[in-house]
């Protein structure tokens, strides 16, 4: 049965560090992984989407990479800013035919102090 | 605007008496599920829908009923809530099946059941 986990379930870091979220999953069999965000009081984000047979994704100061034979991925956060300040969550699809499940893990939160 | 809304936002009930959380979206999307989040669980999947008259059950469906009679609607439905049925409830839509794409979420509607 596949299981999500992510590591720390809390971090808090000054304004302007680099940062690696973790996520590791017990099934490499997966269809993709996806990275999301939830803010206090609000519905998740999607941040970015990393196909199984993609090795990383960027978007913006975001870069999450994939690493499917060691069960691993990580979201590297540039510059750190308040605003990004949030809940994140990474969910895996495992690999079947329908598609039609996602496993989310626990997330972590982050706190970015000014 | 693209959007998965969901109403009510904050629903306080007492034990068994039935209530409907509404969920719409106005992407076309053809899958759309529902989740529930809880304090140290994650997000967890009660039901999905891959199409119209096309319903399943997630991992904890027990205690809820769905029904997807238009492509732009999911409403879930307890029957007879429980106090266990606390908590914070997700909608969300893809284009595809769930994993194929990302996934559009609500802003969540937060559950008491007295």
């Known amino acids: 049965k596949q299981e999500v986990t992510q590591i720390p379930a809390a971090l808090s870091v000054p304004e302007g560090e680099n940062l690696v979220l973790n996520c590791s999953f017990t099934?490499?069999?997966?269809?993709?992984l996806q990275w999301f965000r939830q803010d206090p009081g609000k519905g998740l984000t999607s941040l970015l989407l990393i196909q199984s047979s993609q090795r990383e994704q960027t978007s913006g100061r975001l870069n999450a990479s994939l690493d499917k034979s060691s069960g691993r991925s990580t979201l590297y956060i540039a510059a750190s800013q308040p605003g990004d300040s949030a809940t994140y969550l990474c969910a895996v699809t495992p690999w079947r035919t329908s598609y039609d499940k996602v496993i989310f893990g626990p997330g972590t939160s982050l706190s970015v102090i000014p | 605007e693209a959007q998965v809304t969901q109403n009510p936002r904050y629903l306080i009930t007492v034990t068994g008496k039935k209530l409907t959380v509404t969920c719409s979206q106005n992407m076309n999307h053809e899958y759309m599920s529902w989740y529930r989040q809880d304090p140290g669980l994650g997000l967890r999947q009660i039901y999905y829908s891959m199409n119209v008259e096309v319903t399943d059950k997630g991992d904890v469906p027990e205690g809820y009923k769905v029904s997807r009679k238009e492509k732009r609607n999911f409403p879930l439905i307890l029957e007879s809530p429980s106090p266990n049925q606390t908590s914070l409830y997700f909608c969300?839509?893809?284009?595809?099946?769930?994993?194929?794409?990302?996934?559009?979420f609500g802003p969540g509607t937060r559950l008491t059941v007295l």
């Open positions: 099934d490499s069999a997966i269809y993709n």
């Open positions: 969300a839509s893809s284009l595809l099946a769930g994993g194929k794409n990302e996934q559009f």
